[in-house]
């Protein structure tokens, strides 16, 4: 070969390493993030909020898809799928980290342990909430924020108003201990089911009534299959935004950064949205019709606390005393 033409094979050699590198360079990364509600729900507006910003910002190098309502894992599922890498981020309810080894979070369970949602950013937001993400490295995950809901309603087919009415009653809840307990405080049977069996189990009779915000219940229609619904805040419920920590850990620094900004502002916009998208939702459920709707007097809200006191010391063992402390102390601190 002569030396004119050892140089154009190498020029060309070059030029498909350097085609090859700018292919590789314009690869978009991508994030899967799965959920299990529906895409008009706190969660799910966020969810898309963070896509927008993170694809903004990044300048279309990260590409964030969205699975929302179960469609790719239900609840346990994608925890798993996130410890393998199937998906890189999700956003599980603070009630379903117990199976991750981390039990402090049921903390977020027990009955009427905020008395607002100031009381519950002050845990969040401050070292509580920090600590109790970075328990989640050891386990591969990484935490990046805490996302509302709200407070909790309770359904079933007759009034809820006095904790006798619950005896008996099989009851939905999500899997967790504290939520168990407390289902067992007011004389029902709780039954542990994925977020995406509920509503076939309400109408199949499987149970007969179960706790969630407004927002979830309207948007999978578990009031088409109750009649009765009381508007009791008797407890909370929250995510923990998550990512898979190799994943995260091996994303260039900048983009990494940027994503943490993405992540900010979208929990900001989350935190303006929960409360209102509640409230849209209970009055949906409302206008409906299906449902009467039962507000507890102070009355009535002061029997539910007292019968579910007893959470408190069954379940401090497994949660951790000095965490229920701690959060009590930080709540009275906010003056809340
Ligand atoms: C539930 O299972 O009821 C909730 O955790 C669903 C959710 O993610 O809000």
């Known amino acids: 070969m002569n030396r004119t033409?050892?140089?154009i094979r190498l020029l060309?050699?070059?030029l498909l390493a350097l085609a090859g590198n700018a292919a590789?360079?314009?690869?978009?990364i991508v994030i899967k993030f799965s959920h299990v509600v529906a895409p008009d729900t706190p969660k799910?507006?966020?969810?898309e909020r963070f896509k927008l910003l993170a694809e903004q910002m990044t300048r279309g190098?990260?590409?964030v898809q969205v699975y929302p309502n179960s469609q790719l894992y239900k609840d346990r599922e994608e925890l798993e799928a996130l410890q393998l890498g199937a998906v890189q981020m999700l956003a599980p309810s603070l009630a379903k980290f117990s199976p991750l080894g981390v039990k402090e979070f049921e903390a977020f369970d027990l009955p009427y342990i905020f008395p607002s949602k100031q009381a519950l950013y002050a845990v969040t937001e401050g070292r509580i909430g920090r600590g109790l993400l970075r328990k989640l490295e050891s386990k591969g995950i990484t935490g990046l924020a805490y996302w509302d809901n709200g407070f909790k309603v309770m359904s079933a087919n007759k009034p809820l108003l006095a904790p006798p009415d619950f005896r008996g009653l099989r009851m939905r809840i999500q899997a967790s201990r504290v939520l168990e307990a407390q289902m067992r405080s007011l004389g029902a049977q709780p039954l542990a089911l994925a977020f995406s069996e509920t509503t076939p189990a309400l109408r199949d009779g499987v149970v007969e009534g179960t706790e969630n915000t407004p927002s979830n219940m309207f948007t999978q229609r578990m009031h088409e299959s109750q009649k009765h619904l009381t508007v009791s805040n008797h407890g909370y419920l929250g995510y923990a935004v998550i990512v898979n920590k190799k994943f995260w850990d091996g994303l260039p620094g900048g983009i990494r950064k940027t994503l943490e900004k993405a992540m900010m502002e979208a929990t900001?916009?989350?935190k303006t949205i929960a409360q209102r998208t509640n409230d849209a939702a209970?009055?949906?459920?409302?206008?409906?019709g299906t449902i009467t709707i039962h507000t507890l007097s102070p009355q009535q809200q002061a029997e539910w606390r007292r019968a579910m006191q007893s959470v408190y010391t069954q379940m401090e063992a497994r949660i951790g005393k000095d965490v229920v402390q701690a959060i009590r102390r930080e709540v009275d601190k906010s003056g809340k």
Do not use: H, M
């Open 5 to 7: 033409a050892v140089q």
């Open 12 to 14: 060309s050699a070059v």
């Open 24 to 28: 590789w360079a314009q690869a978009p």
């Open 44 to 47: 799910g507006r966020a969810a």
């Open 61 to 63: 190098r990260v590409k």
């Open 268 to 270: 900001a916009y989350e």
């Open 282 to 288: 209970l009055e949906a459920i409302r206008r409906a």
